[in-house]
């Protein structure tokens, strides 16, 4: 085993805050200052910075390959490669402004194309790998898709047959090209072999747009989400408060890129830091995940609630039977997190588990249990300093009004104005103003504050379910079942579940005259995996001869939920009685 990155003598265990209680978005945006003109560039913050500068010969990104063997990239070599692939999309006649879109694993090019692509100006788009070929194809349609890169596996199998129907894409990029690029694509270490290693970086602003994500609500188009230079002012000020990161962590965060989370935390914050991340390349395993934690010395870990679930589920001795004694600060997102999992994680790390909320359209964790905190078990925490937040009732007419009382129940609002907050849904205005209502943003989740300012999860006002920490819109869903030749109508919704928080499950009418039995469910279990992937297809089937709707025809999920539950069925009102 290769000795870790940076032996850390002094750190106790437990939460360290170096940067000190009192760094803010002010403070971090004063220390990412440094390009001419007041620019800002998420790129210069976390790569150049440090490439040229101390922490050049520092490890920045540790990959894991898929044989288990760890990889170092310092900061120097980051900072070559980056500029070397904003250099390929130069050539390649990219403008900035333009979308270049990844699907790919957590692998070095996309590490090397996230930064390099926002070092041009260009904006970073990654779209998660276990998606079928629909959902990469309408979020590539609708992000207006210029360059792809991919790995050969994922290009042979969903791109290639749809790519006739891309026309805006140019330009296929293979990542793993120890066989040459594919027809009709480029390969990448051969593009960034033939460029040059020198590129200064784009003068960006705060306002330019630099990152693209895609998430889920209740209706049918994914919503792409624009996010700002900006927002790296914001990422760094929440990794220090909520991550308690700092210089010399070794800092693990297990999300995907393809999910903001990913993104912000797995690749940006980490090296605004200066710090070292680990990257798996590999899915979760809990035994290999202890082993990593171990061999790798991770101080700080961000992972989430499914993940801990499923460590808790195969007993503690498996868990114990390794050393952490260098962890010494855990986070987890994504989904409520129950309190027994942090005192759990406390009884076998050492140290306990800080749940924190945000979302994709907030763009930086915005609720924590802090480092400063103790963390109050079963609650998402307080605001970070320099968000306001408010429980609000959303009014007839439009207005809102902002409650007050100790252990007040409603729609979590967070006050208009901090540095990552989205700058709009791609290609729909209306739907972006909706969010907003007398200088708050709505988020949309329905919390609960007890009278010492703690926020509590209570769930979502919208239909959208929450599987493994992924948001998945009931209609794309819907929408795929309905095409299958034997369906006359979908309702999609999530099931509790222990350990996911929540599966997805479909009730499927079929035509008349066909056949409801096993034999069709399993076809519709194949049709649903093989367009949708398997990360979001349901889980499962159900059949019946109608679903309640509204009377103006809208599915109700919420009755087919409860019906299908055997919950209470709330208010009827708006059922349409004919059904
Ligand atoms: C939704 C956002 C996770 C951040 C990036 C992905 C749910 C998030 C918590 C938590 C309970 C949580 C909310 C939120 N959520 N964190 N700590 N406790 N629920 O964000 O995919 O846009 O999902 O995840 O419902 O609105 P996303």
């Known amino acids: 085993m290769t000795p870790p990155p940076t032996p850390r003598q002094d750190v106790p265990h437990g ?59 310092t900061y120097r070599q980051l900072g070559e490669s980056t500029n070397r692939f904003a250099n390929v999309l130069r050539q390649l006649g990219v403008g900035s402004g333009e979308k270049v879109f990844t699907l790919l694993g957590r692998d070095p090019a996309q590490y090397i194309t996230a930064l390099g692509t926002l070092k041009l100006g260009a904006m970073f788009c990654p779209l998660f790998s276990v998606f079928g070929p629909e959902p990469i194809r309408s979020r590539m349609l609708a992000g207006e898709a210029a360059v792809l890169v991919t790995s050969r596996r994922q290009y042979e199998r969903k791109i290639a047959p749809m790519r006739p129907s891309l026309p805006g894409l140019a330009h296929v990029i293979i990542a793993d090209d120890d066989r040459g690029a594919p027809p009709s694509t480029e390969s990448f270490w051969s593009l960034l072999d033939a460029s040059s290693d020198v590129c200064p970086v784009a003068a960006t ?26 927002a790296v002012v914001a990422h760094y000020a929440s990794a220090v408060r909520a991550l308690d990161l ?11 890129p393809g999910w903001i989370t990913g993104t912000c935390y797995g690749i940006i914050a980490p090296l605004v830091m200066g710090a070292t991340l680990l990257a798996d390349s590999a899915e979760f395993d809990a035994v290999r995940w202890c082993r990593l934690l171990q061999d790798h010395q991770v101080t ?14 195969l007993g503690d001795e498996v868990i114990r039977g390794h050393d952490y004694r260098r962890l010494r600060f855990i986070a987890s997102v994504g989904e409520p997190l129950n309190a027994e999992a942090v005192t759990w994680g406390e009884q076998v790390f050492g140290t306990p588990l800080h749940d924190n909320w945000w979302q994709t359209e907030t763009g930086s964790i915005m609720i924590a249990n802090q480092a400063s905190m103790q963390p109050m078990p079963g609650s998402m925490g307080k605001p970070l300093p320099g968000i306001e937040a408010a429980v609000v009732e959303r009014k007839r007419g439009g207005g809102i ?14 006050r208009v104005g901090w540095p990552s907050m989205f700058q709009g849904y791609l290609n729909d205005r209306e739907r972006y103003e909706r969010c907003f209502a007398q200088g708050w943003y709505l988020s949309g989740d329905m919390v609960r504050r007890d009278a010492d300012g703690w926020y509590w999860f209570v769930g979502r006002a919208d239909d959208a379910i929450k599987s493994a920490g992924h948001l998945i ?17 979908a309702g999609v919704f999530g099931v509790p579940d222990p350990i996911i928080h929540e599966t997805v499950k479909a009730v499927v009418v079929p035509k008349p005259g066909t056949v409801a039995d096993e034999a069709l469910r399993r076809e519709l279990h194949a049709h649903a995996r093989r367009i949708l992937g398997p990360a979001i297809a349901p889980r499962e089937i159900a059949f019946r001869d109608r679903l309640p709707k509204t009377l103006s025809g809208k599915i109700m999920r919420r009755l087919l939920r409860a019906q299908e539950l055997g919950l209470p069925q709330g208010d009827l009102s708006s059922l349409d009685p004919n059904l």
């Open 300 to 313: 700080v870990w961000y992972t989430s609630p499914t993940a801990i679930r499923m460590m808790m589920r």
């Open 205 to 230: 602003r705060p306002e330019t747009p630099a990152l693209l994500h895609f998430t889920s609500g209740t209706t049918g188009i994914p919503k792409g989400v624009i996010h700002t230079h900006d």
């Open 15 to 73: 939460p360290h805050n170096r940067q000190g209680a009192d760094f803010d978005f002010d403070k971090a945006r004063a220390a990412l200052a440094g390009l001419p003109g007041n620019g800002l560039n998420i790129a210069h913050s976390a790569v150049d910075r440090h490439a040229e500068g101390v922490r050049r010969d520092h490890v920045a990104i540790r990959w894991i390959g898929p044989t288990g063997t760890p990889a170092d990239l």
């Open 401 to 414: 009004e902002i409650l007050d009382t100790p252990g007040c129940r409603g729609e979590l609002a967070l």
């Open 473 to 489: 819109g009931p209609t794309e869903i819907e929408r795929v079942l309905l095409a299958h030749p034997a369906v006359a109508d």
């Open 246 to 256: 700092g210089p010399e962590d070794v800092f693990w965060c297990t999300a995907d």
